[in-house]
């Protein structure tokens, strides 16, 4: 049931422990008031009568004054106590204690007012080095001594204008050679809110030995208060150096508390200040000082036990110390000081239930709950009697320092067994993390070298795509200048079949150039190798053309293709030829995919921008495809089993040249309802525009154009940087580069930094803008969920102790849709706990660093997460290249039944005329064979793409090649005016092999 397998037995020994070693320190603690012999001589009725006692001061030591003849609301002086009519006292004081409740002449004593003491001492023998030492009276009082003023604490008078309030110990020598001595004591209170009169005792006795009993007694003083000034110093370090700890925090304050009361309690007595100086000032202090100590106990209790302690209670002690503490500096004395009793009950229920917490922590199970228990206990005890001491239900002097002793060394033990466990967890997580990081190396050796192999395959890829469309651009021109030149006569009239038939074979020849400048198109982007001629364009024209253009693709679907451009809309900036490629290829991917409706283009202005829609009716496109279909040789549907062909490219090249004229593009759609999408120009800073144009542009927004979206749709990827209408909160950290060191081709690397203290996102990106990493920031949760759906960052730094969501809540979230190796997550939070790691990874986390981290392990974190990351990505890369076989397989199907339609067309009109020896068959025989050329290219492509190139080597003869060539070319250059040279049958040349 309790920690620690303590049980009641174990509890019960502790507590033993705990108690003998306070009653120990009690005992010898000079601290506490000491009572006289039971036979020594005591005060009767006002009379100290030693001439019968044999009581010697010098051996016996001091006698206490426990009474005094008392007259209410008189100042008298010994002259006026001779007349017989202050003969008799109103009462008799006990000593020390307080006059509430005495007769007076005006009725019973209030806690606030004056009266006169008598004490009357009869000596066996005539005084010698005799004095008394008198307590903190309160609130003012002066000593007359056989007639004369030998001592004036303050000023007393009859009322608190003319009284002067200063409390403290004091001794006071009395006159020499006396046998008796009449001691009256005026005393006026207008400021304590205990009452008139003490809370200490007096003693009478010999000045040497009060004199060596104050010694002591300011010895042990200064011994307390230096022990709570270290104390309370080396607490608020430890803080400082760990500062989610805030218990250490409100221990030091309340040590402090401690030693600043005890300090201004006993002030005048440690420095020997004779006067009321600084009374008002050390006064104030104290009271602050007392005020705050029930709050930081409450703050203390329920730091060390948060799930164990009222929040409410926490709240109600903190309202009850402010309004005590803000009462010190805006009221006087005498009107503050009486709340003092609420302020005494609630901190007593205070440290009742803190007690009651405690002790549920240890049902509970909490670690080292008994122990602390036990010290707390003890402290309360001693709380609780300093006040019954101040109040006078028991004599006992401060032992509220004595306790804290305790109390301060059973901390300082339960500190130091945290910091031993903190080590060894550390030790353990070091020992556990660096075994990780030797295995981390070794997989980012291995994939280092991966990487290096993927890059040189992709290398060689691209060239050998570029190289084998610039060979197969050679024979489609023949194929597709041959079709061309006998549809238009060049040998002679032909029928309506033929004609139908040579159309087939351009219109193949025409798809598979399309499809070699695409990957030629893919090459030089890949390489930069692009430069746009920019001009001012008119919009509408161009897509006027390009529909047009793409009208036979839509064949006998029901289909409608609209330009709904305003012909007043501004010119844009942009290369025609390439604004023309990006347009079919958005067009002709709408035809494609949309068997019947409409396919619409539209176009409005905002602000230095043209925004373009090419809308659709067709079969859409999921959510989870808006990022892949922009990549290369990627489709939504990528199965051999797809009802849609093509390569996936014409969406990559789109955005690439959208994004070389400095737009963006994003789409909006929905499955089986159709697709929008979208990019923009830059206006050109020349080109019509009139106030038509601008009415049309301002209506379209109005009625909701299509045209008229965020600047961002859900999933669009945005190159130009972020998606507008963001929150600045997101934007690249300034000073920061927003570009990274990776390059080959590699990309950016940006992290998230989520953290809701701006000075530590600042830290963080500091860090960060060390190696170039482009930064984004997010201030809560909330904020980096919403830059998540726009936008997907490499790695995320995260915090944990967050408003509105936990950084565990957001790292669930995130995980729910991404996967640890797609978006590493590194938690840095100030929580160094063995738990807070657990629930950290437990939540979906990559990594954890605890505040405050070194920017060296911080980048060196990111890096090697980053690298992971890119790794992943390039094992997908590698399984990317694996399927561009079967990729490469679908584009050499491709070729296959166009090549195919070819030859077959040819061979058929060939066959046809083959009876009359005419040229059409000759031609027909020409195109057969490039159409086989072409084929056996395409087969190639496959043994490249499957690694089963080899060459065959044989014999040729250059004179039969070279005929052969010229005999290709010889119509397409006699088109062109060009008379091939012929080739000499004389002509010896060799065999090469």
């Known amino acids: 049931m309790f920690s620690e397998a303590l049980g009641i037995a174990g509890f019960w020994a502790h507590f033993k422990f705990g108690a003998i070693a306070f009653v120990a320190a009690l005992a010898a603690s000079p601290l506490v008031g000491v009572e006289a012999a039971q036979d020594s001589p005591a005060v009767v009725q006002g009379v100290l009568d030693l001439r019968q006692s044999d ?107 003319s009284t002067i309030a200063n409390t403290r110990e004091v001794l006071i020598p009395l006159p020499d050679g006396a046998e008796t001595f009449d001691i009256v004591l005026n005393v006026s209170n207008f400021t304590k809110w205990l009452g008139g009169g003490t809370s200490y005792g007096s003693v009478f006795g010999s000045r040497d030995q009060i004199l060596q009993s104050d010694l002591v007694y300011e010895r042990y003083i200064w011994l307390y208060a230096g022990m709570l000034l270290i104390l309370g110093l080396y607490h608020l370090g430890l803080f400082a150096l760990r500062r989610n700890d805030r218990s250490t925090l409100w221990f030091a304050l309340l040590t402090l508390s401690l030693f600043f009361r005890l300090l201004t309690q006993f002030y005048p007595f440690l420095f020997g200040i004779a006067d009321g100086k600084y009374y008002e000032i050390a006064s104030d202090i104290n009271w602050f000082a007392a005020y705050v100590m029930m709050p930081l106990i409450a703050l203390y209790v329920s730091s060390v036990l948060p799930d164990d302690y009222s929040r409410t209670v926490r709240a109600t002690m ?3 110390g402010f309004v005590g503490c803000a009462s010190i500096f805006v009221l006087p004395e005498s009107v503050f000081s009486r709340g003092v009793e609420v302020y005494i009950i609630a901190g007593l229920l205070m440290l009742a239930y803190s007690n009651y917490a405690v002790a549920r922590a240890i049902v509970r199970g909490r670690k080292q709950s008994v122990l602390f228990f036990i010290a707390f206990f003890i402290f309360c005890s001693t709380i609780v009697i300093s006040l019954m001491d101040v109040t006078q239900l028991v004599n006992t002097r401060e032992l509220m320092p004595l306790g804290f002793v305790v109390f301060i060394a059973v901390q300082a033990f339960l500190l130091s067994q945290r910091f031993s466990r903190s080590f060894s967890d550390v030790e353990t997580l070091s020992g556990e993390l660096t075994a990780k990081n030797a295995h981390l190396e070794n997989i980012s050796a291995e994939l280092a070298a991966n990487n290096d192999r993927l890059e040189r395959l992709d290398k060689i890829k691209d060239q050998f ?3 084998t469309s610039h060979e197969l651009r050679t024979p489609l021109n023949g194929i597709i200048g041959l079709t061309e030149s006998l549809r238009a006569g060049a040998k002679g009239p032909v029928s309506r079949q033929v004609d139908g038939t040579l159309e087939m074979i351009a219109s193949s020849g ?42 036979p693709l839509v064949g006998p679907k029901p289909l409608l293709l609209s330009n709904r451009v305003p012909v007043s809309l501004r010119m844009v900036e942009a290369d025609e030829n390439r604004l023309q490629q990006i347009l079919q290829n958005l067009i002709g991917n709408a035809i494609k995919f949309t068997p019947s409706g409409q396919v619409d283009v539209s176009a409005c202005e905002k602000g230095q921008e043209v925004v373009v829609c090419v809308s659709d009716t067709g079969i859409g496109i999921p959510k989870d495809k808006y990022e892949t279909i922009f990549e290369s040789f990627e489709q939504v549907d990528a199965s051999t089993e797809r009802e849609f062909g093509g390569t996936g490219l014409g969406l990559s090249i789109t955005r690439n040249l ?31 525009v009139s106030g038509s144009g601008q009415n049309r542009s301002a209506k379209a927004l109005q009625d909701n154009d299509p045209c008229e979206l965020p600047a961002v749709a859900s999933g669009g990827r945005v190159r130009g940087g972020p998606p507008a209408g963001l929150s600045a909160t997101f934007q690249a950290v300034e000073g920061v580069a927003a570009h990274s060191k990776m390059t080959d081709g590699q990309a950016e690397t940006s992290i998230l930094v989520v953290d809701d203290d701006e000075i530590n996102r600042h830290v963080v990106s500091n860090f960060l803008g060390l190696e170039d990493y482009e930064v984004f920031e997010a201030s809560d949760g909330v904020q980096a969920l919403e830059f998540l759906e726009n936008s997907r960052p490499d790695v995320i730094l995260l915090d944990i102790m967050m408003p509105k969501l936990n950084g565990y809540e957001v790292c669930r979230q995130i995980r729910a849709r991404t996967e640890q190796s797609q978006m590493p997550i590194i938690f840095l939070s100030a929580k160094d706990r063995t738990e807070d790691l657990v629930v950290g990874f437990e939540s979906g986390g990559n990594d954890y660093l605890s505040k405050p981290v070194s920017g ?15 790794a992943q990505e390039d094992v997908l890369k590698l399984e990317k290249l694996a399927a561009i076989g079967n990729v490469t397989a679908g584009i050499v199907h491709d070729f296959k039944n166009s090549i195919g339609v070819i030859k077959g067309y ?3 009109i060939a066959e046809d005329n083959a009876d009359a020896q005419s040229e059409s068959a000759e031609f027909a025989m020409t195109i057969a064979s490039e159409a086989d050329r072409i084929s056996s290219m395409a087969y190639e492509i496959l043994a490249f793409a499957r690694g089963e190139t080899s060459l065959a080597v044989d014999k040729l003869s250059v004179a039969d090649f070279v005929a052969e060539f010229l005999k290709a070319i010889e119509l397409p250059l006699g088109q062109r005016g060009v008379i091939p040279v012929a080739l000499t049958t004389d002509l010896s040349l060799p065999i090469l092999s």
């Open 510 to 551: 025409r798809r598979l150039a399309t499809l070699v400048n695409d990957i030629l198109d893919a090459s030089k982007l890949r390489n930069s190798d692009i430069i746009l001629s920019r001009r001012a364009v008119d919009l509408h024209e161009v897509v006027e053309v390009v529909l047009q253009v793409s009208q």
């Open 465 to 467: 795509l570029a190289n």
């Open 856 to 870: 060296p392990e911080l980048l060196a974190r990111v890096s090697t997460h980053a690298k992971l990351m890119r």
């Open 55 to 161: 009581w010697n001061f010098d051996t016996d030591g001091t006698l206490p004054i426990n009474e005094w003849a008392f007259y209410g609301s008189r100042l008298l002086d010994s002259a006026q106590l001779q007349d017989p009519e202050n003969r008799k006292p109103d009462a008799w004081m006990r000593w020390p204690g307080f006059w509430q409740g005495l007769p007076s002449p005006e009725g019973e004593m209030k806690r606030f007012g004056f009266a006169t003491l008598h004490l009357t001492v009869l000596l066996p023998e005539p005084s010698n080095g005799l004095a008394i030492k008198m307590g903190r009276v309160y609130s003012a009082y002066r000593m007359i001594v056989n007639g004369k003023i030998v001592a004036e604490i303050g000023t007393a008078g009859a009322d608190a204008r």
């Open 658 to 688: 959208i994004e070389l004229h400095g737009g963006r593009i994003w789409l909006n759609s929905t499955v089986d309802k159709g697709s929008e999408f979208f990019f923009t120009l830059p206006v050109a800073s020349t080109g019509r």
């Open 318 to 320: 903190l309202v009850i």
């Open 906 to 908: 040819a061979e058929m």
